[in-house]
């Protein structure tokens, strides 16, 4: 009798969590385990398919498990575990309803490289070359130099790009080698399939087995906490043994909620930023990716449309298709007043504000507690020259204005002192994560 209600009781809880997580949690974690037939009246014996489930339910359900199951005089919850048995092998894929498992080692999941994110294609300035270069160096010699390779920046800023181009790079160079590039969901599915279907050891296996191991939008590890130690542990075999790994993420790797040991291992290597281009880079980028369509755009044209928008490149692209979509169906050359047209709407959304050289000032002048006159001053000292350069840097990019009009803006510089400026900042965004961090603050606080 006991036994059945210790069974009950587990039903109970089992309907209980299915109210209260999601669909997909149920199925992989918690519809897998069953009472084993050894329940008896002292103790309820769970069977689960692997350890990680046994874990997870203890870890996540601890409370609901205490309201439901039996407990011993000391407050100990009276459950054991076993693990399954794995069946007798598995007929060849057949009978089983659930869908096939992908297997990482398809040769046709190892490498979902798109063809179009090469280095070839991927335009340089002074906001990314760094990364570039680091990206580059890991492609020609991978697990030889920086491991990881952390690439972090916002959105649309070319971080799949650079990713892929260390793939397609790294296999050009060496055949042979093992490449698996895979995005932090689709390895999270991975592992759920591989623990579901009891392969988690094939799994591992392919893992370490690899010689570079590319891994697109570490973020969305965050809300997986579960799966963060698996990661974590592959990782470091990985690295353990020289192959390299490279992640991108939209933040850097101390901004991410992950657990300290993830950070530090994500920060072992190098962590590098993919900044926003600078206006002449957009423009190198938009005729790029004009030129690949076959459409023409007159350099002043891409001018204006790059000084419009300016966020993020994938919405440059999309503009850029927009265009061509309309001037091919309209049978017309692409000038400023078609771009207006057509663009009309992504153009005003973000611009409208008029920022000036005396907005930017004062805004850098509290940051750094200095005084206007000072940044407008001659004094070298670094607590004034760098302020003052960010300033310059900001002013170069956001103001549309000559060079030689901003620079004068600043009591009278040459327009080659705030070029020099603009490159110094442009180069140390790609390395410093406080400056970068502290410039977008300053170009949001100013946008506003
Ligand atoms: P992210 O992964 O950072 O969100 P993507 O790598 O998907 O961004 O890039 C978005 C689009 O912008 C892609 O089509 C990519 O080719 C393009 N892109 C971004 N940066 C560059 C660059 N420097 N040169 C050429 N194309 C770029
Ligand atoms: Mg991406």
């Not at 490289?113 to 070839?120: A, H, M, S």
């Not at 649309?156 to 181009?165: I, M, N, V």
């Not at 419009?308 to 050359?333: H, K, P, T, W």
Request: with cysteine; glycine share 4%.
């Amino acid at each position: 009798m006991i036994t059945k209600t210790a069974t009950e009781s587990w039903q109970e809880f089992v309907q209980c969590v299915e109210d209260c997580c999601s669909a997909t949690e149920f199925q992989n974690w918690i519809a897998p385990i069953q009472v084993h037939a050894s329940t008896s009246d002292e103790m309820l014996v769970l069977e689960v398919p692997n350890i990680f489930v046994q874990e997870y339910l203890l870890t996540n359900f601890k409370k609901h498990l205490d309201n439901f199951l039996p407990l011993s005089p000391s407050g100990e919850l009276k459950v054991e575990f076993v693990i399954a048995q794995p069946k007798k092998k598995q007929a060849p894929k057949k009978a089983s309803p659930a869908p096939t498992p992908l297997t990482p080692s398809d040769e046709k999941s190892t490498l979902l490289l798109n063809p179009q994110y090469t280095f070839e294609d991927f335009i340089e300035g002074p906001s990314n070359q760094f990364v570039k270069s680091a990206a580059l160096g890991i492609a020609m010699r991978p697990g030889k130099s920086y491991n990881p390779l952390f690439i972090h920046g916002g959105v649309g800023l070319g971080k799949t790009h650079l990713l892929h181009a260390i793939g397609h790079m790294a296999k050009k160079e060496r055949k042979r080698l093992k490449v698996h590039c895979i995005t932090t969901e689709a390895f999270i599915n991975d592992l759920v399939d591989s623990l579901r279907n009891k392969s988690s050891d094939k799994m591992k296996r392919f893992y370490r087995g690899l010689d570079l191991l590319l891994v697109d939008d570490i973020q969305f590890l965050q809300s997986r906490l579960n799966f963060e130690e698996e990661f974590c542990n592959m990782f470091e075999a990985l690295i353990n043994q020289n192959k390299q790994v490279v992640i991108t993420s939209d933040k850097p790797p101390g901004e991410l909620k992950l657990s300290e040991r993830m950070i530090a291992r994500m920060e072992w290597g190098l962590v590098a930023n993919v900044g926003i281009p600078e206006l002449e880079t957009r423009v190198a980028i938009l005729q790029h990716k004009a030129e690949k369509k076959g459409l023409q755009i007159p350099q002043r044209v891409a001018f204006f449309m790059a000084e419009r928008i300016f966020n993020n490149v994938r919405q440059l692209e999309g503009a850029l298709n927009r265009l061509a979509a309309y001037s091919r169906m309209m049978g017309i050359d692409v000038t400023e007043e078609v771009v207006e047209n057509t663009l009309s709407e992504l153009f005003h959304k973000g611009s409208t504000k008029r920022i000036s050289v005396d907005n930017i000032l004062k805004s850098v002048a509290v940051m750094f507690g200095v005084r206007v006159a000072d940044i407008c001053g001659t004094s070298r000292a670094k607590s004034v020259a760098f302020p003052r350069q960010v300033a310059m840097y900001l002013a170069k990019e956001m103001v549309n204005d000559s060079l030689i009009k901003l620079a004068a803006s600043f009591g009278g510089k040459t327009h080659s002192t705030l070029l020099h400026a603009w490159k110094k900042i442009s180069q140390q965004i790609g390395k410093d994560e406080t400056l970068r961090r502290q410039i977008q603050m300053a170009r949001r606080n100013l946008e506003s």
